[in-house]
Nanobody
């Protein structure tokens, strides 16, 4: 059974940076697309960033230009580098993995929570003003 474990969350001042990592168990990592979602208190879970098997990346408008998603298939990890953090970025950040999927994906597939079959527990990111 595939498991996803996030790390790297914490407390940071506005304007600061954090790097989140997600480690996946199992041997199907390179055959899947990966995504980061977040959920703030009292709000629904929302898409943050996704990366397909080719390395193509897609972002929510709210983080475009500030966040960078990357993957390392040799290490079964996906990372999210977050720069210029804002208080509105405060949330639990959750890593997710799709089933085996096509080499190229599009934004609508990666932003759709129903595309993912495995979810991590999440890591808390708090940005103070």
């Amino acid at each position: 059974q595939v498991q996803l474990v996030e790390s790297g969350g914490g407390l940071v001042q506005a304007g600061g940076s954090l790097r989140l990592s997600c480690a996946a168990s199992g041997r199907t990592f390179s055959e899947a697309a990966m995504g980061w979602f977040r959920q703030a208190p009292g709000k629904e879970r929302e898409f943050v960033a996704g990366i397909d098997r080719s390395g193509g990346t897609f972002y929510a408008d709210s983080v475009k230009g500030r966040f960078t998603i990357s993957r390392d298939n040799a290490k079964n990890t996906v990372s999210l580098l977050m720069n210029s953090l804002k208080p509105d970025d405060t949330a639990v950040y959750i890593c997710a993995k799709t089933p085996r999927t096509a080499f190229f994906a599009n934004y609508y597939y990666l932003a759709n929570q129903k595309s993912y079959e495995t979810w991590g527990q999440g890591t808390q990111v708090t940005v103070s003003s």
